[in-house]
């Protein structure tokens, strides 16, 4: 096939991608951010906009920066849209996420999005990950390219989180579908979580394994968010009684994906899915229990990495380990 026909289908693919995400999981409303969010870290670094709808936040040499939910939630659909910083980002770390590791430090739970930045000309990855009850040893990583530059304009990242499942969307496509096993034990996301936004640098290992660092000369990095949406089960920090909204409600949690949207996931894997724990020969000789492999998808990991995806291959360079941070950084995008 020709690079004019090839270019051509891959314009069909991300025009379709685009017009079929406006089938979204649920339509709920936005809030103000001072409604359901509060500042974290970094106060200089971060502004508030228009009367509550636009939050910057931003890193320099002297800090990051980071708003936190003021509700701890028990499952619920949780949403933000975000403008990632532009040009020379390596080093660069933007995270939407759910945790609550500053009441359980040693059996926390977490579920995240977060945004890798990359060197000029090279583009910002995504990486979604999933922790229950301490589970930082099994690292559930996976990362992907996006069919559109985020530093360009603003674009929805959505977590929904269900007692037997988590989802992860971008513009309302779903990306990821994390299901609950019973082999995987207290390893499921099973606690009330704050939610959190923050920037940082993430020099050690963000980009291409610590090789490119964060520079300040490009500072400050700003990243902007808006849309913000908290629906979900809010818990009493006290009691730690979740207070769920009625399932007959017109307004009450998703429950899963439709047919349709299954089909945009498959092929959003397909095309753009760079790395999943589930076929990493490195650190897995045998895949977590949790995982169900699909031959096509090895295959095609292989083709593309097959150092980390191959079978027999051994790995001989230096791995670290941080709770929040992917080990499966160390390869190069």
């Avoid at 659909?77 to 770390?93: E, M, N, R």
């Avoid at 349709?260 to 000789?285: A, G, H, N, P």
């Amino acid at each position: 096939m020709g690079c004019s026909h090839l270019g051509f289908l891959l314009l069909i693919y991300y025009f379709l991608l685009v017009v079929l995400a406006s089938e979204s999981p649920k339509s709920f409303p936005i809030m103000a951010f001072d409604v359901g969010y509060t500042q974290l870290f970094g106060s200089d670094n971060m502004a508030v906009h228009r009367e509550g709808k636009l939050v910057h936040l931003s890193l320099d040499e002297r800090t990051g920066s980071g708003f936190v939910s003021q509700d701890l939630y028990l499952h619920g659909f949780f949403s933000v849209s975000i403008k990632l910083p532009a040009d020379y980002t390596a080093g660069v770390v933007v995270a939407f996420y759910m945790s609550n590791g500053d009441m359980f430090e040693k059996n926390h739970d977490e579920i995240d999005f977060e945004f890798l930045g990359n060197i000029r000309g090279k583009n910002w990855r995504i990486q979604t990950n999933v922790y229950g009850n301490g589970s930082t040893s099994i690292g559930r990583e996976e990362r992907y390219s996006l069919w559109f530059d985020p530093s360009d304009n603003f674009h929805q990242y959505s977590i929904l989180w269900t007692d037997s499942q988590i989802i992860f969307y971008v513009d309302n496509v779903p990306i990821r579908e994390f299901k609950r096993t019973e082999s995987m034990g207290g390893d499921f996301p099973s606690k009330p979580m704050t939610l959190y936004a923050t920037i940082w640098d993430g020099s050690d290992w963000a980009t291409n394994g610590g090789k490119y660092r964060v520079n300040y000369k490009y500072a400050p990095y700003m990243a902007e968010f808006s849309d913000f949406v908290l629906h979900g089960c809010a818990v009493d920090p006290i009691e730690h009684l979740a207070k769920c909204d009625n399932p007959q409600s017109s307004e009450a949690i998703p429950t899963g994906i439709t047919s349709v949207q299954r089909i945009k996931m498959e092929s959003f894997r397909k095309k753009l899915m760079t790395y999943s724990y589930c076929y990493d020969r490195v650190r897995y000789k045998v895949s977590p229990v949790e995982c169900v492999i699909n031959p096509q998808e090895a295959e095609r990991l292989r083709l593309f990495d097959p150092v980390t995806f191959g079978r027999g291959r051994r790995h001989h360079g230096k791995r670290h380990h941080r709770s929040r941070i992917s080990q499966a950084e160390a390869t190069t995008i």
